[in-house]
């Protein structure tokens, strides 16, 4: 059983809509849990006062610089010890040996240090409160720690959290959103309705080496997607399914991802399209999987991906439902029209999570990394055409065809393409995808008064934010001149449909 996201956000949203139409909007008691036993972990997500430093010596600085600046480099995932100060309101949280690293792609890591060793850029990296940091590579650095497996210090740091997470994302505002609230505004629309994605909210960071501090202005800070974020969305057996991280170019066809073994009568996973990632082999798959890694036989992801495979001679909703959880799935396609990021799934065949249930073994989409979205695009046509294209297009955002089956069975109508006819679109399915479209079209979350809210709450905590380096993007709460222009077009097509 599912456990919703939609609580943790309810404040927020009573804030931004007239509680009449809120309230009619809501499910059920029985459909979603509180988080009320999280009071820490659900103000940490919200608007509130908060201010985060980063405590390290100055070979530490160096060493997240020199071992993190390649992707793919074999050394890229380790983390580095250091203390971390969270104050939220009037308390201060203190955890030592919290890992850090470098986190991003290959176009988001690199260099920030000048000659002197002092900070002169920005960089995303990630927390982890768990690390124990007694692998052999840290000898060399004479910070590997003598604690060993079974010790009960080692345990208690195996076990450590921050507000009920493991880990945390942060990133600088590399994606030139003058609102600065993208992100966080994407995952309220997910929350709101009830698509399981990761929470975003806003924070200073500050860099202490020794006696110096320099602040780094406004990050943006994500919720990572890992084994506690799945316990978190789904209850009992139902959380120990397979989390991959699926990232380019995850199509979720059969014929690219697998090849018939004669030998066994079956299909197998290409071993460089599914498996564990492993940095120092340089092995790094396209379905990366997170959990069950020394028992997964990737079952389910061989059923959902020979499932599409035949769907042209089982054209109906139960079988697609057995491999796929279809409502889940429609609050996902839909609340991501709105969304319009051009690097998910559905546009870019990238930044998504897949969960298959650890009992029903129906897969869930989840969307991260909304850092294009909203009227943000890393290009002036691509705005316009996330802004003005169809909730129902068959190209994506380079303009070629769709390739994912997925999209084709459930969202496309057909265009007489080869994609159409191979994988037609199940009639039952698609209604709902429109009927989704039409409620989301009287929605008052997608408003500018919504997003307009919660600018404005962040821009009157942090508006005088002090940043100590000189940033290629704002730093500071512009304009919401991005969602302005995206919303206006969204919420006419939406509009255009539910008056046909």
Not at 421 to 439: A, F, G, K, R
């Amino acid at each position: 059983m599912k456990k919703s996201t939609l609580a943790l956000l309810l404040p927020f949203l009573i804030a931004c809509v007239p509680s009449t139409s809120f309230s009619e909007s809501l499910p059920s008691s029985s459909q979603w849990t509180t988080l009320e036993s999280e009071p820490e972990y659900i103000s940490f997500w919200q608007p509130i006062q908060k201010s985060i430093s980063l405590l390290l010596q100055p070979e530490t600085l160096q060493w997240i610089e020199t071992y993190g600046a390649e992707k793919n480099s074999p050394t890229n995932e380790y983390y580095f010890p250091i203390t971390l100060v969270v104050t939220m309101q009037e308390t201060t949280y203190t955890l030592e040996n919290v890992g850090i690293r470098q986190k991003g792609n290959i176009f988001s890591r690199g260099t920030f240090l000048n000659e002197d060793g002092e900070l002169f850029y920005p960089f995303h990296f990630r927390l982890s409160f768990d690390q124990t940091f007694d692998d052999p590579f840290y000898d060399e650095l004479g910070i590997r720690k003598p604690w060993q497996n079974g010790q009960p210090e080692y345990e208690a740091q195996q076990k450590r959290r921050l507000f009920g997470m493991k880990s945390l994302e942060f990133k600088w505002n590399r994606s030139y959103d003058s609102s600065l609230i993208n992100q966080p505004f994407a995952s309220t629309l997910f929350a709101a309705s009830d698509v399981i994605a990761p929470r975003s909210t806003l924070s200073p960071i500050s860099i202490n080496v020794e006696e110096t501090s320099t602040p780094l202005g406004m990050y943006i800070i994500n919720e990572a997607v890992d084994h506690i974020f799945i316990q978190r969305h789904f209850a009992g057996p139902h959380a120990e399914g397979d989390l991959y991280k699926a990232l380019y170019p995850n199509t979720l066809l059969l014929d690219e991802m697998a090849h018939f073994d004669s030998s066994i009568g079956d299909y197998v996973f290409h071993e460089w399209m599914v498996g564990v990632e492993n940095n120092q082999e340089g092995y790094h798959p396209v379905y990366d999987l997170k959990t069950n890694q020394e028992t997964s036989s990737h079952e389910a992801l061989m059923k959902l991906v020979k499932t599409f495979k035949s769907i042209r001679l089982y054209n109906d909703q139960d079988r697609l439902s057995s491999v796929l959880d279809i409502p889940a799935f429609i609050r996902y396609v839909s609340t991501s029209f709105l969304v319009g990021n051009p690097d998910d799934m559905r546009n870019n065949q990238n930044n998504s999570y897949i969960y298959f249930d650890g009992v029903t073994q129906q897969a869930t989409i989840i969307p991260y990394d909304n850092d294009w979205s909203l009227g943000v695009t890393w290009d002036e046509s691509l705005t316009q055409w996330t802004a003005t294209k169809s909730p129902f297009e068959s190209v994506n955002s380079f303009s070629q065809p769709i390739q994912n089956p997925l999209f084709w069975v459930t969202v496309i109508p057909s265009d007489g393409s080869l994609s159409s006819q191979l994988y037609p679109l199940v009639p039952s399915i698609y209604d709902m995808y429109v009927e989704s479209l039409i409620e989301l079209s009287e929605s008052l979350y997608f408003t500018e008064t919504a997003y307009q809210s919660l600018f404005d709450s962040y821009r009157l905590l942090y508006e005088d934010v002090y940043v100590d380096i000189t940033l290629p993007n704002p730093s500071r709460f512009e304009s919401i001149d991005a969602f302005l222009y995206h919303a206006h077009h969204i919420q006419a097509t939406l509009t255009s449909l539910s008056t046909a």
